[in-house]
């Protein structure tokens, strides 16, 4: 069986200016993971149309029951694996994003008119694993016009 539920999302409003958000998360299943996700965002708006949102995220779980390091496991065993994603390990992903917000749809692209772009960056980091990542993403949010 998987359980996996939101706890808690909770948002501070500290002025016109700035939002901290928070947000928590635990999961766990019968094959014996257990996580936790801990983030945290404090976007800053920046005028009317500009936002950015510097970010923190936290995760940690432990490893799945049949986890063992590459070639540890026993052939006979029922179950066994050696990805690294089923095993104990934190991670740290340090993000800062940018997001454009029109809501008078000035730019128009056919029927459509530009809503939002957001340009994200993020610094991803498994410590006990010794892997590390860097990965940006754009995102375009379009709304019908009459």
Request: aromatic share 22%.
């Amino acid at each position: 069986d998987v359980c996996s539920s939101d706890l808690n999302r909770t948002n501070f409003y500290l002025n016109q200016n700035f939002i901290l958000r928070s947000y928590y998360r635990f999961y766990t299943d019968d094959w014996g993971v257990n996580s936790h996700t801990y983030k945290i965002e404090l976007p800053v708006k920046l005028g009317i149309n500009f936002t950015f949102y510097p970010s923190y995220r936290y995760y940690t779980q432990t490893s799945v029951d049949y986890f063992n390091e590459f070639d540890q496991a026993l052939s006979t065993d029922e179950f066994y694996t050696s990805d690294y994603d089923l095993a104990e390990y934190d991670a740290h992903q340090y993000g800062l994003g940018f997001k454009y917000y029109d809501p008078m749809n000035k730019l128009r692209v056919g029927g459509f008119g530009l809503k939002s772009i957001n340009v994200d960056f993020n610094q991803y980091s498994r410590t006990s694993q010794n892997f590390d990542a860097f990965f940006t993403s754009l995102g375009l949010s379009f709304s019908a016009l009459n």
